[in-house]
């Protein structure tokens, strides 16, 4: 089952990261960066019913009430390279 609960050590250090590691990128880059890093941690995660239940919950698809109580999507936030000025 999927972990939504806050996890993430030093969760401020790794959006840093993040965003430091698009900088520079043009969009087409920042995206095909973000799809091999997707493709990385889901070969790391490697089962099938959490990646699935991941996609569902990135796309804001409804949940089973059982699971809604515990599972919410996360909301993403816009690269700031992204922003128009």
């Known amino acids: 089952m999927l972990n939504t609960a806050p996890h993430l050590q030093a ?7 993040l965003i430091t590691a698009h900088q520079g990128l043009s969009t087409a880059e920042s995206h095909a960066m ?4 997707v493709l990385l941690l889901a070969n790391h995660i490697g089962d099938q019913a959490t990646l699935q239940h991941a996609l569902q919950l990135a796309r804001g ?13 996360i909301t993403p936030v816009v690269p700031s390279h992204a922003v128009a000025a």
């Open 61 to 73: 698809a409804a949940v089973p009430a059982a699971d809604a109580r515990t599972h919410q999507a």
């Open 34 to 37: 973000n799809a091999r890093l």
């Open 11 to 17: 969760c401020d250090d790794f959006y840093e990261a």
